[in-house]
């Protein structure tokens, strides 16, 4: 068992110990190593200001992802590169990605460029070659600027993308991947004592068996979620398990007949998994947070937290997934759906905790769809999540449907009466149509909070219902979407 974490800091090993389980990699930097630089903006991992870059080894190449320093405790950072915007420049040379932003008056005040900066560093390590408008956008999503306006730090992003990659990360990367897998352990990880402790264990026996010691302790994945916790709601964490290093438990396998996803896979691992089932669910997880959120953020923790406006259960649910949850060296497989039992109660034991999902891939005869609805298109959590698999016949007529929403109740949950009117039916069949939407209104009694009113969230669940029955009718996507596109996605994939 190891009592210190290890990372890499500008070429060599840094090694901490004796930190409070609820540090945060902003503070360890700005208060402890006095790189104040990263910013403190929001606390929590919207405006990206704080954001840094995080490099990992994959497949014996170092990749460097933006992640938010705000809300990442300091201790998931072992066994990586940190990277922030103090470390760019090559002595007295601007990095490339700098340097267009001087060229490109990209700053005004400041306080947020270190995180814009930051971003487009992981964009210019991620991409070969000149990006795209629409790719740069995507990046920055997650980084908030109120006094320079976009245009000139896209036009900066633009103009970095055409300069070579062979900055100094990218002439040190192979000394960089050796140093990883130095640091790449099988120890156990324990910070602290019985009664406040930071532990990443390196196995799922391990993880089982602190687990059932410490049932009260809080499980962390990638902190998007458990972050605010500490940053906003002040909540005292004495005993948290960071599962990151849990060997396997970040797997992605695709058995040609369904994707299992391990616990600790992140949103970005999974969304080109996600993209092969269909192109709604690659849409879906493209605006899941932000490029710093869907690094870090997982599918397991968005299910395992049990939110009823998580935007991954839905679409889920609609397709049958299933879940595997183990205690101790018992382990058992239930429909997700089963999993969330009220607002805030899942069907989880003491000491019992998630080790994956198993999500069916589509079959030639089903249709599936799916829709995010919120207050502002990028960076927000869901008002109303709507997600749609109908099993068609030759004949057109609906042999099942599953329907599912989040927003709609205290858990994420499946519109049964909806689904009845329709089986059976044509799927062109008005009358079956006006049967689903009048049943739909006796599935839900809608949530009624600051995101959107139950009215509200009744007749967007309406439309919703609407337009999946549009599109699995035949009707172009062109003629009911403004965005996402299905022929557009399927045409600039292939």
């Given at each position: 068992m190891r009592d210190t974490i290890r990372f890499i800091r500008r070429g060599g090993i840094v090694e901490v110990g004796d930190f409070d389980p609820m540090t945060m990699l902003l503070d360890h930097l700005r208060l402890d190593e006095g790189a104040k630089g990263t910013k403190e903006g929001c606390g929590e991992g919207d405006c990206g200001a704080c954001t840094v870059a995080i490099g990992r080894c994959r497949n014996g190449e170092v990749v460097y992802e933006p992640v938010n320093a705000c809300i990442q405790l300091l201790g998931m950072v072992d066994g990586t590169e940190v990277v922030?915007?103090?470390d760019l420049a090559d002595g007295d040379t601007l990095?490339?990605?700098?340097?267009?932003?001087v060229d490109r008056h990209g700053s005004q005040c400041g306080f947020c460029t270190p995180g814009f900066v930051m971003s487009l560093f992981a964009l210019f390590h991620a991409s070969?070659?000149?990006v795209t408008r629409g790719e740069i956008n995507d990046w920055i999503a997650g980084n908030l600027c109120r006094c320079t306006g976009y245009r000139p730090i896209v036009d900066a992003g633009l103009?970095?993308?055409?300069?070579?990659?062979?900055?100094?990360?990218?002439?040190a990367s192979a000394?960089?991947?050796?140093?990883?897998?130095?640091?790449?352990?099988?120890?156990d990880l324990f910070i602290g004592d019985e009664e406040r402790f930071f532990a990443a264990p390196a196995s799922v026996d391990a993880l089982a068996a602190l687990y059932q010691r410490h049932p009260t302790a809080v499980i962390v994945a990638g902190a998007t979620d458990v972050g605010l916790w500490i940053t906003k709601q002040l909540r005292d964490i004495p005993k948290i398990i960071h599962i990151g290093r849990v060997a396997g438990m970040?797997?992605?396998?695709?058995?040609?007949?369904?994707?299992?996803?391990?616990?600790t896979a992140t949103y970005a691992t999974a969304e080109p998994y996600m993209r092969a089932i269909d192109p709604d669910l690659g849409e879906l997880f493209r605006r899941i947070g932000s490029k710093q959120v869907r690094a870090s953020g997982t599918v397991g923790g968005n299910v395992a937290n049990g939110s009823p406006i998580g935007d991954t259960p839905p679409a889920l649910i609609a397709l049958g997934a299933t879940m595997e949850l183990r205690r101790g060296d018992r382990a058992r497989v239930i429909p997700l759906e089963d999993f969330f039992i009220d607002y805030g109660k899942q069907n989880r034991a003491?000491?019992?905790f998630v080790t994956g999902l198993l999500v069916p891939r589509l079959r030639e005869d089903q249709v599936f769809r799916c829709y995010k609805v919120t207050k502002r298109f990028d960076q927000d959590i869901s008002a109303v999540m709507g997600a749609f698999r109908f099993t068609l016949d030759a004949d057109g007529l609906v042999r099942e449907a599953r329907i599912a929403y989040g927003g709609m109740a205290g858990t994420p949950k499946r519109a049964k009466g909806a689904e009845a009117a329709l089986n059976g039916s044509a799927i062109r069949d008005s009358a079956a149509w006006s049967n689903a939407f009048a049943a739909l209104r006796e599935d839900y009694a809608p949530l009624d909070d600051h995101r959107a009113s139950a009215a509200y969230r009744a007749e967007i669940a309406h439309a919703l219902l609407g337009k999946a029955l549009l599109e699995a009718a035949g009707t172009s996507t062109a003629r009911t979407r403004l965005v996402g596109r299905r022929e557009e996605i399927v045409h600039a994939a292939e």
């Open positions: 922030a915007i103090e990095h490339p990605i700098q340097q267009a932003m070969e070659g000149p103009e970095a993308s055409t300069a070579p990659r062979a900055d100094k990360f990218h002439r000394d960089t991947a050796g140093i990883l897998q130095f640091l790449a352990d099988d120890r970040n797997r992605i396998e695709d058995t040609g007949r369904e994707i299992l996803i391990g616990a003491s000491g019992e």
